[in-house]
């Protein structure tokens, strides 16, 4: 079964950055789309970044778009995101997601935006923004 850790949350001031890493590792195939979602307190889980490997096309939600860069590591299957001018509304969950049946990047920013598709989750890493 494959598993995903995140790492790399934690507590910063507004305006501060942070970045953020998830491995993963036992899987059966490549793992073509891989994304990062949050959650607020008391709010729905939402996309907030995907990238294709094989392409290394990424994706951004618009909600953080400008402010956020996702990148990987081949190698070690591990992808990052890059997070700066970091807002108190940032707060939350950070989760890695990952699909190994998507198989194109137009389906993986399909997933990215309707979250169905990816079947794997990590437990998540904390992001606190104070003002």
């Known amino acids: 079964q494959v598993q995903l850790v995140e790492s790399g949350g934690g507590s910063v001031q507004a305006g501060g950055s942070l970045r953020l890493s998830c491995a993963a590792s036992?899987?059966?195939?490549?793992?073509?789309?891989m994304a990062w979602f949050r959650q607020a307190p008391d709010k729905e889980r939402e996309g907030v970044s995907a990238i294709y490997r094989p392409s290394d096309s990424t994706f951004y939600d618009d909600s953080m778009k400008g402010r956020v860069t996702i990148s990987q590591d081949k190698a070690t299957n591990t992808i990052y995101l890059q997070i700066d001018a970091l807002k108190p509304e940032d707060t939350g969950m950070y989760y890695c997601?990952?699909?190994?049946?998507?198989?194109?990047?137009?389906?993986?920013?399909?997933?990215?935006?309707?979250?169905?598709?990816?079947?794997?989750w990590g437990q998540g890493t904390q992001v606190t923004v104070s003002s």
């Open positions: 036992k899987y059966p195939f490549p793992i073509n789309c």
């Open positions: 997601a990952a699909d190994p049946d998507i198989t194109t990047g137009g389906y993986c920013y399909s997933a990215l935006m309707g979250d169905q598709a990816f079947r794997y």
